[in-house]
């Protein structure tokens, strides 16, 4: 099996300069990370043997260049590369993704911008990947999309290839509902719905997929259960997996001479001095300011540890084209400069900051070197440099500080834990570090590196990849159950041929789509003219089967010849006839029981009460999805308890609880016309529970149908009630067929 990794970035960065190309590995922590799992795969034993990498090769390349590159990238790295001029990269990635997604999802607001023309151009280059995708996949392949700047490519992809096995991980936060719900409408529900296109979506920490899964249901109104949201044509599963690091790389890097001589030209420029440690890109999210105000309040307030501390501050060069960048860089070196010419001698320079990239090595040794990590950025997805750090200590020495507000602090209890905005918390802590015990220091490493060892990046690379095997394995199951193809063909010849046909059809959800309110879902005259052929066809008896009130079935129905079922069973009108009820039953319990639903409406705004004759219905759908869950099971509670000595059920439908009489159900209505009828061809379609009870009930030979993806007892499945309209029409076309058949004859 052959995997598909899509990133904005390859692994490997191409460079064009005077006429000549160069590649040299990308830095940042998943590229090397991922790419040498990757290089492994062949001699794991895994599904997965095979991959070729998708994305932009980290710079514009000239269009007579574009071929070589491209062959030479696919035939040493399994690279693909997707070439975008600067002006494309500069509104989409260093315009949409760091100016709008970045800061907003990092909790910047005030610094995020919100351009049209931006988003625009993110729309154009996510299609412009999906196009190299759909070039590149091969059938039985597994596509695994990478991060923030391609979050609408999972839905493109589902659209362009349903049964294509999709998997999404988002690096970086996840933000709460009223963060996101910044974003303008269309683009946080495009954004929602475009991640939603994956078969699994993976996100760093548990509060990420919850955040996730929280705007789904708020703004686009996708309830799940425990993570599976039920998407039209699919089932999307959130869940959390928190990114690993090459554990045995950093854990043995000091074993590594390269490594061994930088360390002693460390430990010559330091001394005997403690040395604190940070790493970071340039960015406003890494807290670097807060940082050097954390470390100028512990020099103020420590005096006794004067010459004998040093801060390594390495700041990373990124995104050098965004100006807030270039003025946060001005601020951090007035800052260091501050701090050296208020706290420095001739013989101590408390802070050396360096604002550059370091080779693998010369970090390796630094990390080995250094005795406390300090990693407080204000907000960030997970912090790889804090797990690299813990794991570079082979001795066990050493003290890692760490945000709060890193995707890393849910896996790291044992650091000292601070507040980034809190200069007196983080000064403390690093002189909590700097007096910790050496066997405490060993004994928290030691339990950080068990964990570090055993989640390690491949480890967590196979965990997403087996779920998403495992989702697509259910998905594949689900399809040999989606009524087409042969399937299909075969129950339209069993319909063609059948003398004595039942068609039994719920209506909400299943011949049309639900509406705000009840009564605006009216069936349109396409449907009830194909409704009245079938039902009037010879041997053909249409029952439409719901839990709507007699009067409304009548009113729409009535006189048309169909067949009708109200109330989920209650009521009972074949063709030609008058209504009647199935059976006797009581409705003296509903004054009592309006009362507490009524109280319910008021506590919950947006719900209203349907009175049918036996059934009391709470309808829900307008109202606050999460206000909803609270005030139905504190209704449902309330109702259980007056119900308990009293002949009625309780029974949850799509957004709306109803309490009926007991004895009442899609199962009584459908058996009765199975009973009575004898027919020699059934369909039964329903997209409800109440359509369960008589999925449940039918003889294994009848066509039952699900409408959507949820668990059901139904044989087969279709996505929506617009596929189920047109297959209202295929039969219509065979009736239609039979009749000039026989006008020639
Ligand atoms: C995203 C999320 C999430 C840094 N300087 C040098 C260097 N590095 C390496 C580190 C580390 C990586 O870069 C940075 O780690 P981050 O965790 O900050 O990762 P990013 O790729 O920036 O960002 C982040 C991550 O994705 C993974 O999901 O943790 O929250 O923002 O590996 O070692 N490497 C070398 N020289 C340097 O100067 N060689």
Redesign the pocket.
């Known amino acids: 099996m052959r995997l598909i990794v899509v990133s904005n970035r390859l692994h490997v960065t191409v460079e064009e300069k005077e006429g000549k190309i160069n590649y040299k590995q990308s ?7 991922l790419s040498s799992y990757l290089d492994s795969i062949k001699d794991r034993d895994f599904e997965i043997s095979e991959y070729l990498w998708i994305g932009w090769p980290g710079s514009a390349i000239s269009a007579g260049k574009r071929s070589e590159v491209g062959a030479e990238l696919e035939s040493k790295y399994n690279c693909r590369p997707v070439f975008l001029s600067e002006k494309v990269m500069d509104k989409f990635y260093l315009g949409f993704c760091n100016k709008t997604i970045w800061p907003l999802f990092h909790y910047f607001p005030m610094l995020t911008s919100y351009s049209a023309e931006h988003w625009k151009q993110y729309i154009s280059v996510n299609e412009t990947f999906c196009e190299a995708v759909l070039e590149a996949v091969r059938p039985g392949d597994v596509v695994w999309v990478h ?1 923030y700047q391609l979050m609408l490519l999972p839905a493109m992809l589902r659209k362009k290839m349903p049964g294509l096995a999709i998997g999404y991980f988002h ?2 936060p996840f933000p709460a509902f009223e963060v996101f719900r910044l974003l303008p409408r269309e683009w946080r529900n495009s954004i929602l719905e475009g991640l939603l296109g994956s078969d699994l979506v993976g996100f ?1 920490t548990h509060d990420y997929t919850q955040y996730f899964l929280r705007c789904a249901l708020r703004m686009i109104g996708l309830e799940h259960n425990l993570g599976a949201v039920n998407c039209a044509s699919h089932t999307a599963i959130a869940d959390t997996f928190p ?1 690993g ?1 090459d554990y045995e790389k950093f854990n043995g890097a000091a074993q590594n001479p390269e490594v061994k001589k930088e360390i002693r030209e460390f430990k010559k420029a330091f001394g005997d001095k403690k040395v604190i440690l940070s ?3 340039l960015d406003y999210t890494k807290g670097i300011i807060n940082r050097l105000k954390g470390y100028e309040l512990f020099l103020e307030r420590h005096p006794q540890w004067h010459g004998r501390v040093v801060l390594l501050s ?1 700041v ?1 060069p990124s995104r050098t084209g965004v100006d807030h960048y270039m003025s946060m860089k001005r601020q951090i070196d007035e800052m260091a400069g501050k701090i050296n010419g208020k706290f420095g001698s001739a013989g101590w320079t408390p802070l050396v900051y360096q604002f ?5 090595e ?2 390796a040794a630094v990390y080995s070197i250094s005795d406390i990590g300090l990693v407080t950025p204000l907000r ?6 804090a797990k ?1 750090f813990v794991a570079s200590k082979a001795d066990g020495r050493g003290v890692l500080v760490l945000s709060e507000t ?3 602090a849910r896996e790291m209890g044992e650091a000292i834990q601070v507040n980034p905005n809190d200069i007196d918390e983080m000064a403390a802590a690093i002189k909590e570090a700097l007096d910790l015990p050496l066997e405490e220091q060993v004994r928290r490493n030691t339990q950080m590196q068990k964990r570090l060892k055993r989640y390690d990046i491949a480890r967590w690379a196979e965990d997403f990849i087996r779920k998403l095997l495992a989702v697509k394995i259910e998905r594949s199951k689900l399809e040999t159950k989606l009524l087409r193809g042969d399937i299909k063909k075969e129950m339209l010849e069993k319909y063609r041929g059948g003398g004595n046909r039942l068609l039994l059809l719920d209506y909400d959800g299943t011949l049309v789509p639900f509406a705000d309110s009840p009564e605006k879902a009216r069936p349109g005259s396409r449907l009830i003219e194909t409704l009245k052929k079938l039902s009037s066809a010879a041997g053909n008896d249409l029952v439409i089967i719901s839990g709507r009130d007699r009067h409304t079935l009548e009113s729409w129905f009535g006189g048309t010849g169909i067949s009708m079922v109200a109330e989920h069973g209650a009521w009972i009108c074949e063709k030609g006839r008058q209504w009647r009820s199935l059976k006797p039953l009581k409705n003296d319990w509903k004054p009592q029981l309006m009362q507490i639903v009524e109280r319910c409406v008021d506590r919950l705004p947006g719900a209203f009460v349907e009175e049918k004759e036996f059934a009391i219905v709470f309808h829900y759908r307008r109202s606050d999805p999460e206000l909803s869950v609270l005030r139905v099971s504190e209704l449902r509670d309330d109702l259980i308890n007056f119900t308990a000595n009293k002949e009625l059920q309780i029974l949850m439908g799509n957004k709306a609880l109803e309490i009926r009489c007991a004895g009442v159900s899609k199962e009584v209505g459908g058996m009765h016309f199975i009973v009575n009828n004898k027919p020699d061809f059934i369909l039964s379609v329903g997209d409800d529970v109440t359509d369960e009870d008589l999925f449940r009930a039918l003889p294994e030979t009848v066509y039952s149908v699900k409408v959507g993806v949820e668990r059901s007892s139904a044989r087969y499945y279709l996505p929506g009630f617009a596929e189920v309209n047109a297959l209202l029409e295929d039969f219509s076309a065979i009736e239609a067929a039979k009749k000039s058949e026989a006008d020639k004859n």
Do not use: K, P, Q
């Open positions: 830095s940042g922590g998943l590229a090397t990370g991060d690096h970086i760093h990114i690091i790493v970071d890109r390495l990373v550059r990239s370091y080779s693998f010369a970090l960030d997805g997970m912090n790889l440099v690299e890193a995707g890393a």
